[in-house]
């Protein structure tokens, strides 16, 4: 049991402010967080737990699945065995938070939150999502030393971001190996998917549709999009229409407005408007430029 305390004495239902270290009276110990270097392993790590790998690459064993989680990957452990860390490479520096599960549950009941409905024991987010990079942002600012840990001085509010990167993870459910081969294989389909983009012919090329193709929900997409490009889906797109209006106008006798159409643009006036804010001259004299 976990209590904390007002000035009066008396334990309130709820604690906007945060969880003091100083006000809880029990023995259970304070969530961890630190970098473990590949010459402090082997070691178990017990849930509930993040890792992600600062520097170089972590040989772990989960599930009875040895796998590799690559700098920049999150791994997040909610419940079951614990998580073995074997090895790593040389100067690898992993990040990791640590809380136990009940001092988690009080945490939550003081700030009148719900964890996720049903929790998965184990997730593996790619390097490079939104999630990934906010776990690694959290971690860096806590200027973390290898081999350190700190628990008393660790902010409520980075242990309220960290428990919602836990609630929101998603990636696969207990076999690691499964996340990385989903994340790449949407990768292959997302940049198939842009290579095979014709203006001319796949005129309802939409995110929606893109999201369908790939198997995700149209703001993951537009992550992923942003992610491996960094362009949102709607640069990407005119970036391509583009492309192919400049090629048309250098390698063709076309008239300006038959370019627009097989551009994508639905009128001259549209594509010229485009054409000079992204190439900084009009599309006439871009192709008089380009054949001189």
Not at 53 to 70: D, K, S
Not at 79 to 103: D, N
Not at 162 to 179: F, I, N, T
Request: avoid cysteine; glycine fraction near 6%.
């Amino acid at each position: 049991m976990i209590v904390h305390t007002n000035s009066s004495g008396r334990p309130p239902a709820r604690n906007a402010g945060g969880v003091s270290p100083l006000a809880m009276t029990n023995a259970l110990p304070l969530p961890r967080i630190g970098v473990v270097e590949a010459a402090r392993l082997p070691q178990l790590v017990e849930p509930l737990a993040l890792l992600t790998p600062l520097e170089g690459e972590l040989i772990a064993l989960a599930a009875n699945e040895r796998f590799r989680l690559r700098t920049g990957e999150l791994l997040v452990l909610r419940s079951g065995g614990a998580l073995q860390l074997e090895r790593a490479t040389h100067g690898a520096r992993v990040a990791f938070f640590h809380a136990e599960p009940a001092w988690v549950a009080a945490f939550r009941t003081l700030h009148g939150e719900a964890g996720a409905a049903e929790p998965r024991d184990l997730d593996l987010v790619p390097a490079g999502t939104t999630l990934a990079r906010r776990a690694a942002q959290l971690f860096v600012g806590q200027r973390l030393l290898a081999g350190a840990t700190a628990a008393a001085s660790l902010p409520a509010a980075t242990t309220a971001a960290l428990l919602q990167v836990m609630d929101e993870a998603q990636g696969s459910p207990l076999d690691p190996r499964h996340a990385r081969r989903n994340a790449g294989t949407r990768r292959e389909t997302l940049i198939r998917a842009i290579a095979d983009y014709d203006p001319e012919a796949d005129e309802d090329f939409s995110l929606y549709r893109l999201a369908e193709r790939i198997g995700l929900s149209e703001r993951q997409t537009a992550r992923l999009v942003r992610a491996e490009t960094g362009r949102s889906f709607r640069e990407l797109k005119t970036a391509t229409r583009l492309e192919r209006a400049q090629k048309l106008l250098v390698s063709s006798e076309l008239p300006i407005l038959e370019i627009a159409l097989r551009a994508g643009w639905n009128s001259a006036s549209q594509f010229h408007e485009a054409f000079r804010t992204s190439v900084g001259v009009s599309p006439a004299r871009y192709r008089a430029a380009h054949r001189s």
